[in-house]
Protein backbone atom coordinates (compact mmCIF):
# COMPACT_ATOMS: atom_id res chain seq x y z
CA UNK A 1 0.00 0.00 0.00
CA UNK A 2 1.52 3.26 -1.04
CA UNK A 3 2.20 6.01 1.84
CA UNK A 4 -0.27 8.44 2.03
CA UNK A 5 1.51 11.44 1.56
CA UNK A 6 1.72 14.57 4.47
CA UNK A 7 -2.27 16.36 4.36
CA UNK A 8 -3.01 19.91 4.49
CA UNK A 9 -4.46 19.75 7.88
CA UNK A 10 -0.74 18.02 9.14
CA UNK A 11 0.77 20.95 7.60
CA UNK A 12 -1.99 23.26 9.53
CA UNK A 13 -1.45 21.48 12.67
CA UNK A 14 2.21 21.84 12.44
CA UNK A 15 1.98 25.21 11.54
CA UNK A 16 0.17 25.75 14.73
CA UNK A 17 2.66 23.78 17.12
CA UNK A 18 5.69 25.88 15.33
CA UNK A 19 3.78 29.32 16.78
CA UNK A 20 3.27 27.36 20.23
CA UNK A 21 6.21 25.69 21.08
CA UNK A 22 7.02 24.13 24.51
CA UNK A 23 9.84 26.02 26.78
CA UNK A 24 11.91 22.81 26.10
CA UNK A 25 11.55 23.20 22.05
CA UNK A 26 12.44 26.85 22.18
CA UNK A 27 15.40 26.57 24.30
CA UNK A 28 16.55 24.44 22.17
CA UNK A 29 15.99 25.92 18.83
CA UNK A 30 17.57 29.36 20.26
CA UNK A 31 20.97 26.44 19.55
CA UNK A 32 19.94 25.07 16.25
CA UNK A 33 18.62 27.27 14.45
CA UNK A 34 20.10 29.62 11.57
CA UNK A 35 22.56 26.61 10.58
CA UNK A 36 24.17 27.92 13.91
CA UNK A 37 25.30 24.34 14.88
CA UNK A 38 27.54 22.83 12.46
CA UNK A 39 26.24 25.01 9.77
CA UNK A 40 23.09 22.53 9.69
CA UNK A 41 19.92 23.34 8.54
CA UNK A 42 17.15 22.53 11.17
CA UNK A 43 13.28 22.69 10.59
CA UNK A 44 10.68 22.91 13.40
CA UNK A 45 7.38 21.14 13.51
CA UNK A 46 8.34 19.67 10.11
CA UNK A 47 5.44 16.97 8.45
CA UNK A 48 6.87 13.54 7.57
CA UNK A 49 3.80 11.53 6.32
CA UNK A 50 1.23 11.67 8.80
CA UNK A 51 3.29 12.71 11.16
CA UNK A 52 4.80 15.87 12.59
CA UNK A 53 8.13 15.69 14.29
CA UNK A 54 9.41 18.47 16.54
CA UNK A 55 13.18 18.93 15.03
CA UNK A 56 14.57 17.30 12.03
CA UNK A 57 17.47 18.06 9.80
CA UNK A 58 16.13 16.61 6.38
CA UNK A 59 19.45 16.43 4.71
CA UNK A 60 20.73 14.04 7.56
CA UNK A 61 17.71 12.28 8.05
CA UNK A 62 18.25 12.99 11.98
CA UNK A 63 14.74 13.71 13.80
CA UNK A 64 15.04 15.18 17.31
CA UNK A 65 11.96 14.38 19.69
CA UNK A 66 11.38 16.43 22.77
CA UNK A 67 9.22 14.59 25.45
CA UNK A 68 7.36 15.43 28.42
CA UNK A 69 4.93 14.00 30.84
CA UNK A 70 2.35 12.95 28.24
CA UNK A 71 4.89 10.84 26.85
CA UNK A 72 5.05 8.35 29.74
CA UNK A 73 1.36 6.76 28.91
CA UNK A 74 2.18 6.97 25.14
CA UNK A 75 4.84 4.61 24.58
CA UNK A 76 3.09 2.55 22.37
CA UNK A 77 2.15 5.46 20.12
CA UNK A 78 5.98 6.35 20.08
CA UNK A 79 7.15 3.20 19.13
CA UNK A 80 4.75 2.88 15.94
CA UNK A 81 5.57 6.30 14.73
CA UNK A 82 9.70 5.39 15.42
CA UNK A 83 8.73 2.73 13.48
CA UNK A 84 7.53 4.57 10.31
CA UNK A 85 9.93 7.21 10.86
CA UNK A 86 13.13 4.54 10.63
CA UNK A 87 11.83 2.97 8.04
CA UNK A 88 11.87 5.76 5.61
CA UNK A 89 15.44 6.46 6.66
CA UNK A 90 15.59 8.92 9.50
CA UNK A 91 17.49 8.37 12.88
CA UNK A 92 15.44 9.52 15.91
CA UNK A 93 17.00 10.99 19.25
CA UNK A 94 14.95 11.44 21.57
CA UNK A 95 15.22 13.52 25.34
CA UNK A 96 13.27 14.97 27.83
CA UNK A 97 12.20 18.05 28.39
CA UNK A 98 14.10 18.39 31.66
CA UNK A 99 17.41 17.49 29.83
CA UNK A 100 17.14 19.98 27.84
CA UNK A 101 16.47 22.33 30.46
CA UNK A 102 19.18 20.71 32.68
CA UNK A 103 22.20 20.34 30.36
CA UNK A 104 21.28 22.05 26.98
CA UNK A 105 24.63 21.37 26.69
CA UNK A 106 24.99 18.04 27.39
CA UNK A 107 21.74 17.62 24.45
CA UNK A 108 23.77 19.77 22.18
CA UNK A 109 26.72 16.95 22.04
CA UNK A 110 24.70 14.35 21.82
CA UNK A 111 23.24 15.81 19.04
CA UNK A 112 26.68 16.82 17.57
CA UNK A 113 27.56 13.36 17.95
CA UNK A 114 24.30 11.84 16.01
CA UNK A 115 24.83 14.38 12.87
CA UNK A 116 28.73 13.17 13.40
CA UNK A 117 27.41 9.45 12.98
CA UNK A 118 25.21 10.27 9.94
CA UNK A 119 27.34 11.95 7.86
CA UNK A 120 30.17 9.00 8.76
CA UNK A 121 27.48 6.71 7.02
CA UNK A 122 27.30 8.71 3.98
CA UNK A 123 31.11 8.28 2.97
CA UNK A 124 32.09 6.60 0.25
CA UNK A 125 33.80 3.16 1.27
CA UNK A 126 37.48 3.61 1.17
CA UNK A 127 39.14 2.38 -2.07
CA UNK A 128 42.26 0.16 -1.46
CA UNK A 129 45.32 1.54 -2.35
CA UNK A 130 47.05 -0.38 -5.26
Request: hydrophobic share 35%.
Amino acid sequence: MPQKLSTPKTYQHAYKLRHDPSEAESKLWSRLRAHQLQDVHFRRQHAIGKYIVDICAPRHKLIIELDGRQHLDREEQDQERTSFLTAKGYRVIRFWNHEVANDLDGVIIAIQQALSDADSKKLPPPTSPI
